[in-house]
């Protein structure tokens, strides 16, 4: 019953709010055209080309919501405290002849009768002069897509639902409605953004630009926490440092139970403050699920052999010979941690900063350790590096195309 009264009042608000968004500086009578609206706006003035900074039209389209003229809902938005919907606008005013009709692509007075844009969208409401740009409407997607066409330069994966460069067909990680969430670093719903949304190699999106400044401080995927490149070269660096850096005696029996991002296995590791070497995949790629302390002298090996003893015996070859634990030694495990010879330490969330990934870049001053053999700027420069060497056709198999990103991943069309 609560939930129903909260649903009736969330409407009600939204209902209220946007109604007195549209009529707060609404037109009394949507047919006055002042001397103001009249005016031609350029999108290169010295060019001449008529439009807006957004696009290059020549004609004005009329708010449905306040009735006021614009060249185009990015300039509405952009002054206004509402927004367009734009497949709602029914009429335009060519910037030519000034004169006011329905929406279209040419003008209807015959005394000018010029094309107002060479591309035209009737669904979005979209008008587009630039002759460089390729445009289409998707149905699947519901709005104008850059690009040639379907078929010729991009597809819709239906369950991904969004269009592709057709090189990742049949080649992609296919996630359900992908692209219908926010970018996960600015926060901007990127199946609609105008900003250059790309595939990570995990499957998962985000806008290019915010994916550049990431992976300066960061190899890991923002959603997932998978690994971005093949970081074996950055894995080997934490291996040397280890072996040069001993930990303080009194954590000599202390373990850790650990989830790698990669391989998505769980094993045990040795304890250290930010570094826990995964036994399948050989990373480092992992977050800490509990730390324990050994009273019996337990090894390490003896406490994976438990859960996976075909790993221990090849000597950690890889997660590809993986096999699942019998039962029998799962209830070993159980039987072992529940035992008095093990003390659990801590039970560490996994957002806890420090502790829920291994490629943390600051550790705790009274461990007078660094985290690896030089600065923070080197670090962040290997791991960028890496990123990007690494997220090309390396990562993916794929040919680079001519409108990818630098990084070799093929971008997505940008919404219109």
Same mark, same amino acid.
């Given at each position: ?6 649903s009736r ?6 209902r209220s ?19 103001a609206?009249?005016v ?6 010295e ?14 389209l ?17 002054v ?5 919907i734009?497949?709602?606008?029914v009429?335009?005013?060519c ?11 040419d003008?209807?007075?015959?005394a000018c009768?010029?094309k107002?844009?060479?591309? &035209? =969208?009737k669904? +979005? ?10 445009? $289409? @409407?998707?149905?699947? *997607? ?7 066409g379907?078929g010729?330069?991009y597809?819709?994966?239906k ?36 900003t ?13 630009k ?21 970081m074996?070269?950055y ?13 303080p ?5 202390s373990?850790?139970?650990? &989830? =790698?991002?990669? +391989? ?10 930010? $570094? @826990?070497?995964?036994? *399948? ?6 977050k ?11 090894t390490l ?10 790993v ?23 039987d ?16 806890t ?16 350790l ?5 600065d923070?700027?080197s670090?962040?420069?290997m791991?960028?590096?890496?990123v ?10 794929l ?12 971008a997505?069309l940008?919404?219109?």
């Open positions: 019953m609560t939930s129903q009264w909260s009042q969330r409407r009600a608000s939204s709010v946007l109604a007195s968004n549209r009529l707060e500086e609404k037109m009394t009578d949507f047919g006055t055209i002042t001397a609206d009249q031609i706006s350029f999108h290169d003035k060019r001449t080309i008529i439009g807006c900074k957004h696009y290059q039209r020549s004609c004005k009329q708010a449905h919501c306040c009735g006021k003229w614009y060249p185009c809902r990015f300039c509405h938005d952009e206004s405290d509402h927004n367009i734009r497949n709602l606008t009429t335009m005013m910037m030519y002849c000034r004169t006011v009709q329905p929406a279209g692509q003008c209807i007075n015959q009768g010029k107002v844009s060479k591309y &035209y =969208c669904e +979005c409401k979209l008008w587009d002069n630039d002759p460089r740009k390729n445009i $289409y @409407h998707c149905y699947d *997607c519901g709005i104008c897509r850059i690009g040639k379907l010729q330069d597809f819709h994966c369950k991904c639902n969004v269009c592709m460069a057709i090189s990742l067909k049949g080649k992609h990680k296919c996630i359900e409605r992908n692209l219908e969430s926010d970018c996960p670093i600015c926060g901007e719903y990127m199946f609609t953004s105008t250059t949304v790309i595939f990570m190699p995990c499957g998962h999106c985000i806008h290019y915010c994916h550049q400044e990431y992976i300066n401080t960061s190899y890991q995927c923002p959603t997932c926490f998978k690994s971005l490149a093949n074996t070269d894995f080997r660096r934490i291996d040397a440092m280890l072996a040069s850096h001993q930990m005696p009194e954590y000599a029996n373990y850790t139970y650990v &989830y =790698c991002n990669d +391989c998505e296995k769980k094993c045990y590791a040795k304890f250290h403050f930010l $570094y @826990h070497k995964c036994i *399948c995949c050989r990373g480092y790629n992992t800490i699920l509990q730390t324990l302390e050994v009273k019996d002298g337990t090996d003896t406490l994976n052999e438990l859960i996976m003893p075909s221990v015996s090849a000597g950690g070859s890889g997660p590809s010979g993986l096999e699942q634990p019998a039962s029998e030694n799962g209830n070993a495990v159980g072992l941690l529940r035992s008095s010879s093990f003390h659990s330490i801590r039970h560490i969330s996994s957002a900063p420090g502790f829920s990934t291994s490629n943390t870049s600051v550790l705790s001053a009274s461990t007078q660094s985290v690896l053999p030089g923070a700027a670090f962040a420069n791991t960028a590096a890496l990007r060497r690494s997220s090309g056709s390396e990562m993916n198999g040919p680079s195309r001519s409108h990818s990103v630098s990084s070799g991943v093929d997505f940008n919404p219109q």
